[in-house]
């Protein structure tokens, strides 16, 4: 029996042999798979996280695919498309997009009889929907009805950018051939049918017809002040003029017809006085023509000479801006550092000013008395104000200039007559007397204009005279520096009246050039040819045209300014100031944080201050972003930038504030050494020579201190002041140097204590004297002028300052990071480093951060990330809807001052604050995609560098 238990068990498990027995009844083993549980083998768990995963990349390929594809199709030409409705009623525009809705049976009944049936068959469409509350199914009304949203444009026409056409209105869908699509400067797009063409070209005035014009409107003005008995003299005098400057003026327009050559493919028409424009054969003898239009007709003809004149008309316009910008922005230029530089002296002579008249007001008691010295010399300080008078004194020079230039003009004038008609003639003789009464007239402006300068200048010279004793003996020196502030006034507005005179000539040639259109409802509209970006018929254009316009529409885009609100044009400054803000911030963050998070990690001992700090770095990672805009608007803006544009706003007085400087210079002697020696009890070898001459030297540094301390209160200069910084500098990296503790020295109780003390007085003393330096009374920032003069430097939002709050705002993420990588560096590697006989720093720099590279440059790559996509605290530190210069320039400060645009706030200006969020729209998911590439570009670049440093440092490791 025992040998058939045994056959039957191989034969069933062939893969194992257990002998039984032959005393004990065979037991029969399972497979240990039969009854193992399925979430033993971990399973449902692989699926579980695999599931999750592929859920998360279908997100986060989602969301890009969606912006992607709404972001590339933004560029790309739609076809026109003119629908006619039931009404009568005309739309034609590019599609927006389609909405699905239901109908109802009161939107049926509105509808012509045409068209209700075919819409009443929509309200008979059921689906078979399920009834929650019986369970049954029921036949329930659609009724679903679809209508289209085009992009019909012509806002100047019809006020309004979109429209809705439901299907079941529309009689007829065409697409013309001729439907163009214009892209314009302002008024958003324009959508119509090319008529015409027009060039006007302007008739020139030749000299001996503009010597007629003038003498003929400087006698009709003036022959009213001629006695009654002289004007029918006059009168004929004048009719003289009148008869043959009508000659003269006809035989001009006879020569300027003639000028161009026939060509029957051209239409030429005359434009007269009033604007009027008549057919040449119909042109009178004694009409003026001031300008002849040349007019082609029909879209083939007028699109075609378009396309020859747009590349010149948009060359203009850039050479307006390259004038303006250049020449006339450093003539701006230069007269806004002139007034800047005299605001300077003015708040010089001010403080002068106000000390004089406090001692005098603290020692007159009457003075006190009538409202009080601070009064007094606030009112003071107002009153020598040399910008005012300088651009009182600029105002009155520019009537006797214009004076004098229509007294040139008109001598100039009477001086041709003469040459003309004779000295005794009967014109030049009137005109002289006309000329007289006129200059008369202007001379008595000029004295008027001279006057007025007279006074302010007595004034000053009054002001000099009174206030002798505080600005000194310097009446003739603020003089000339006053008429150096007129001199670079008159020149800046002569170089800007010159500039202005060329922009104007560039804009009357742009005007020239008009494109008649025709809308869709029949309304004429003619346009500029210069405000015109761009303009295509969509039907006639090819796969390779359509391909031409979507690259240029993105090479606008990436490289030109924002117009129409921000709705249309480029996003260059926005690119510009996103990528610069994301650069000085990781400039800012990454250091800080690495250094801090390193000496948490490698220095700092366990405890309860360094849990705290721990704990504050997290919940700081999940301080709402608006948070951190508000402490950067009040703390860098105000705060900091108002210090560095106009100083303290509180001031210890000079002597009180010495006093109290030297006490705390002395404490921070005596604390730095106390500590210096009581560092050890048993010295090593060496060590009383570094003490003796860490003591030699500290004294020395103190006195040098003190001296220059005592030295910035009687002359408040900026070396002096920099010297005082440098100097505190070098005095407080000295004492914690020599106070540092040796770990072979074995100290007593009362030397730990001693060294503790003078260590925190010192700390104390010092952390005192810095408040104390931000409220020297010699400190009165770097840009008081600009802060007086209404335009704050650094106390307002500025590049820098969004660059700093987002620093902090990422902070946390670099710390965390860089923590993270240092502890994952093992210790056995520091061990080792101390085995071999490195330090601590040698071990951190040559060992942990080779190893822990990468780990930081993922925490500086999520910082980027992070902090480039912010926008809530951009809004109040910086970031605005439109600036007018980029945040760059080659002078201090280099642009971080300026305002500047940002990809980020742009997409919140265009979906939240735009006038037309329906054009708005593409444009926002097009910006929203360049946002994610330059992030992303940044980040290949940062694991670029993260992959080079970690080849270098771990090539330099032992």
């Known amino acids: 029996m025992s040998s058939r238990i045994s056959a039957d068990h191989e034969s069933k498990d062939a893969d194992v042999r257990i002998p039984v027995p032959a005393d004990k009844p065979a037991v029969r083993r399972r497979r240990a798979g039969k009854r193992t549980a399925l979430a033993a083998h971990g399973e449902p768990m692989v699926w579980l996280t695999g599931g999750c995963l592929a859920i998360c990349l279908a997100m986060i390929v989602g969301l890009l695919g969606m912006v992607f594809w709404q972001g590339v199709k933004t560029f790309w030409p739609l076809p026109v498309i003119q629908v006619t409705t039931v009404d009568g009623k005309t739309h034609m525009g590019e599609p927006a997009r389609v909405q699905h809705y239901r109908l109802t049976e009161s939107m049926v009944e509105a509808l012509p009889d045409s068209k209700r049936a075919e819409a009443a068959k929509l309200l008979t469409q059921t689906e078979a929907i399920k009834n929650f509350a019986t369970g049954e199914i029921d036949n329930m009304p659609v009724g679903e009805a679809v209508r289209r949203l085009y992009r019909t444009g012509n806002y100047r026409l019809t006020s309004e950018h979109f429209n809705w056409v439901n299907d079941y209105e529309v009689v007829e869908t065409t697409r013309p051939e001729w439907a163009m699509v214009i892209e314009r400067e302002g008024w958003g797009r324009f959508y ?82 009033n604007l009027e424009t008549v057919a040449l054969d119909a042109l009178k003898p004694d009409q003026n023509v001031r300008a002849l239009h040349e007019v082609w007709e029909g879209e083939q003809a007028s699109y075609q000479r378009f396309r020859e004149q747009h590349a010149y008309v948009r060359d203009n316009l850039d050479r307006i801006h390259e004038i303006d910008r250049y020449e006339g922005g450093a003539a701006r230029k230069r007269e806004r550092n002139a007034r800047l530089e005299l605001r300077e002296i003015e708040l010089a002579y001010g403080k002068r000013i106000l000390k004089a008249e406090q001692q005098e007001a603290a020692a007159d008691k009457t003075k006190e008395e009538r409202g009080g010295w601070i009064q007094i010399g606030q009112a003071s300080r107002r009153t020598i104000a040399l910008v005012e008078h300088g651009n009182e004194i600029v105002t009155q020079l520019s009537v006797i200039e214009q004076v004098k230039l229509e007294q040139t003009q008109r001598a100039e004038l009477l001086d041709r007559v003469r040459r003309q008609y004779g000295k005794d003639s009967p014109r030049a003789a009137l005109l002289a007397q006309v000329i007289a009464a006129t200059d008369r007239r202007a001379g008595a402006t000029a004295a008027e204009a001279q006057a ?21 003996d310097v009446g003739d020196e603020l003089t000339k520096l006053v008429d150096d502030y007129i001199a670079i006034q008159q020149d800046t507005r002569a170089t800007n009246a010159a500039v202005n005179t060329r922009i104007a000539e560039i804009k009357v040639d742009n005007q020239r050039f008009e494109w008649r259109m025709r809308t869709a409802q029949g309304q004429q509209a003619t346009l500029l040819v210069a ?87 997290n919940n700081l990672a999940g301080v709402p972003s608006i948070v951190f805009g508000v402490f950067g608007l009040g703390f860098f803006c105000y705060m900091i930038g108002g210090y560095v544009d106009g100083g303290p706003s509180v001031v210890v007085p000079g002597r009180q504030w010495f006093i109290l400087m030297t006490v705390f210079a002395a404490m921070v002697v005596f604390g730095g050494a106390s500590a210096m020696f009581n560092r050890g009890g048993t010295k090593t070898r060496g060590s009383g020579t570094s003490m003796a001459l860490n003591a030699v030297l500290a ?220 054009a708005a729209k593409p444009m926002v998911f097009t910006t929203t995609l360049l946002l994610i590439l330059i992030i992303a570009l940044l980040n290949i670049v940062s694991i670029w560098l993260r992959t080079r440093l970690r080849k270098k440092f771990e090539s330099s490791a032992f």
């Open 192 to 273: 119509g049918f090319p008529e015409a063409f027009v060039v006007q070209h302007l008739r020139p005035i030749g000299e001996r017809e503009r010597m007629l014009v003038e003498v003929e409107r400087l006698l009709s003005r003036g022959v009213r002040r001629l006695p009654t008995d002289q004007r029918p003299a006059a009168e004929a005098v004048i009719a003289g003029v009148k008869k043959e400057l009508q000659a003269v003026r006809s035989q001009a327009v006879v020569d300027f017809i003639d000028g161009f050559k026939s060509d029957e493919s051209v239409q030429r028409l005359a434009q007269l006085d």
């Open 452 to 472: 007025e300068i007279d006074k302010v200048r007595q004034r000053m010279g009054r002001q000099f005279t009174y206030y002798g004793k505080a600005i000194g």
């Open 531 to 617: 405000d015109v970006v761009r303009a295509y018929a969509p039907q006639r254009l090819g796969f390779g045209d359509k391909v031409g316009v979507y690259f240029s529409r993105w090479v606008e885009f990436l490289a030109a300014d924002p117009r129409e609100a921000n709705q249309e044009g480029g996003v260059f400054p926005q690119i510009v100031g996103t990528v610069l803000m994301t650069i000085i911030m990781a400039i800012v963050v990454v250091p800080f944080g690495v250094m801090a998070a390193m000496y948490l990690r490698e220095y700092a001992r366990a405890g309860p201050i360094i849990s705290a700090v721990r704990i504050a770095i």
């Open 699 to 918: 004294l020395p540094l103190a006195l040098i201190w003190v001296a220059l301390l005592g030295l910035a209160v009687v002359t408040p200069s900026l070396v002096v002041r920099l010297a005082v910084g440098f100097m505190f500098v070098v005095h407080a990296i000295f004492i914690g140097l020599a106070a540092q503790h040796n770990p072979n020295d074995q100290r007593s109780t009362m030397q730990r204590v001693m060294f503790t003390s003078g260590m925190m007085t010192c700390v104390l003393a010092s952390i005192t004297a810095v408040f104390l330096v931000a409220v020297t009374p010699f400190f009165d920032g770097f840009y008081a002028a600009s802060v007086s003069d209404g335009s704050p430097t650094f106390g307002k939002g500025a590049l820098i300052w969004a660059s700093f709050t987002l620093a902090l705002l990422t902070l946390p993420v670099v710390i965390v990071a860089t923590e993270e990588a240092l502890a994952a560096v093992p210790n056995s590697m520091r061990e080792g480093s101390y085995a071999c006989g490195a330090s601590k720093w040698q071990t951190i720099k040559r060992i942990v951060l080779p190893r822990a590279m990468p780990g930081i440059m993922t925490g500086m790559i999520l910082a980027m990330a992070r902090g480039a996509g912010e926008v809530a605290p951009l809004m109040l530190v910086g970031a605005v809807k439109i600036a007018p210069e980029l945040p760059i320039s080659t002078e201090p400060p280099f642009g971080v001052n300026r305002s500047f645009l940002h990809l980020g706030f742009h997409i919140y200006d265009l979906g939240f604050q735009s006038p037309n969020a329906e």
